[in-house]
């Protein structure tokens, strides 16, 4: 029966390796929030509406898009078949969900800015977007264009704090969503920034992309978990101490010996765990360990030695 148990909680901690969630924000006092911006279009049937004044400089089409023009699809089925991919979800794989469809003005502009509010100051922000080439690799010539785009991380007066340049997104055999991200820290006196994305390309043939799952998030601090150590009152680690745990304010933390059962469980990371259980110091080995930091962050497991 024993052996049983622990095949059944070796398959659990397998299962809990190979969960998949999205990354979450901080809030100033460095536990978890919310995302700033979480741009996904939306969904529905058919072209989604315009979006909001302000936001981009192109003109909206409620159909396929020319030069200077964009829309917001779910489907690129019908737009431009001999030279574009046929792109039926959006990155997410929603079938109904919108993206947003660019064909590129004739000369480089910016096509979408957004206002980004209340932020914290000192703090480490991560930018994201995922972005299709909609050109198929089959189309060439001297005069075609591939996206050549510019995110833009600005404060509020137009001084720019960090950039990333893609350049010319090769075209593909298939259609490929590419996720280009940017790190930076906000200064001391920030509490707004202005995000910026530019095509620095010119329109004509080519220069025609999907745009989709723009985040602005607060970086999730990562974690040091050790593999090893030694409560014998030493004063050297006594505890098994994971670094920046604290930050998850609500994680849950449990440890279980070689049979699955729980010999230590935390809610929240107010201490560390001292290698006993229900205070009485277990014997030496390995044990193992599931973190769920909550907020559909993926949950971590592993294993750590207690040395005596």
């Excluded at 004044?53 to 699809?73: L, Q, S, W």
């Excluded at 765990?273 to 930091?293: A, E």
Aim: proline residues 7%; hydrophobic residues 35%; negative net charge.
């Amino acid at each position: 029966m024993q052996a049983r148990v622990s095949t059944l909680f070796f398959i659990f901690l397998l299962a809990m390796i190979l969960a998949n969630a999205n990354a979450q924000t901080m809030d100033c006092t460095g536990n978890l929030g919310h995302w700033l911006i979480r741009e996904d279009f939306g969904s529905g049937i058919g072209h989604g509406p315009a979006l909001p004044p302000g936001v981009t400089n192109m003109t909206y089409t409620p159909e396929c898009t020319a030069d200077g023009f964009y829309t917001i699809v779910n489907t690129t089925q019908g737009c431009s078949p001999g030279e574009w991919h046929t792109v039926k979800f959006d990155h997410t794989g929603n079938k109904n969900g919108y993206m947003m469809m660019i064909n590129a003005s004739n000369e480089p502009s910016t096509f979408y800015t957004r206002m980004v509010p209340s932020l914290c100051p000192n703090t480490t922000y991560e930018f994201s977007a995922y972005v299709i080439n909609l050109l198929k690799s089959s189309i060439t010539g001297p005069t075609v264009q591939q996206p050549d785009i510019l995110f833009s991380i600005e404060t509020t007066t137009g001084e720019v704090l960090d950039m990333l340049q893609t350049h010319p997104i090769p075209a593909t055999a298939a259609p490929v969503w590419k996720k280009f991200s940017l790190t930076f820290k906000t200064p001391e006196s920030v509490s707004s920034l202005v995000l910026k994305i530019s095509n620095s390309a010119p329109g004509g043939p080519g220069n025609d992309l999907l745009l989709d799952d723009i985040e602005f998030i607060t970086s999730a601090p990562k974690l040091t978990i050790p593999t090893i150590f030694s409560p014998n009152g030493d004063g050297v680690n006594d505890v098994w101490n994971i670094t920046n745990l604290d930050a998850y304010t609500d994680c849950l933390l449990m440890v279980f010996d070689r049979a699955g059962a729980v010999v230590f469980k935390s809610i929240g990371y107010n201490r560390p765990w001292d290698g006993t259980r229900n205070g009485r110091p277990l014997d030496m080995g390995t044990y193992y360990y599931i973190i769920d930091r909550k907020n559909n962050l993926p949950r971590i497991s592993g294993w750590v030695f207690l040395m005596r």
